[in-house]
């Protein structure tokens, strides 16, 4: 998968090869920051809805 990494950041292959594995290594980082970013921001919303429905589930058993 640091393949993908290195081709996206020297898709030419011009850079120094250690050059390249350090902003591979960077590109790979930022991109499972991105990945668990959007996974909290999912689990809130399901969150959010799902104590919504609870208080309307509530609100009719009274």
Same mark, same amino acid.
């Given at each position: 998968m640091l @393949? =993908?990494? *290195?081709?996206?950041? @020297?898709? *030419?292959? =011009?850079?120094?090869? &250690?050059? /390249? !594995? /350090? /902003? $591979? &290594?960077? $590109? /790979? =980082? !930022?991109?499972f920051k991105r990945l668990a970013l959007k996974s909290a921001q999912a689990r809130r919303r399901r969150s959010v809805v799902n104590s919504r429905l609870a208080e309307i589930d509530g609100g009719d058993a009274a």
């Open positions: @393949d =993908k990494f *290195e081709h996206q950041v @020297d898709p *030419e292959n =011009k850079l120094p090869p &250690e050059e /390249r !594995a /350090r /902003r $591979a &290594e960077h $590109a /790979r =980082k !930022a991109h």
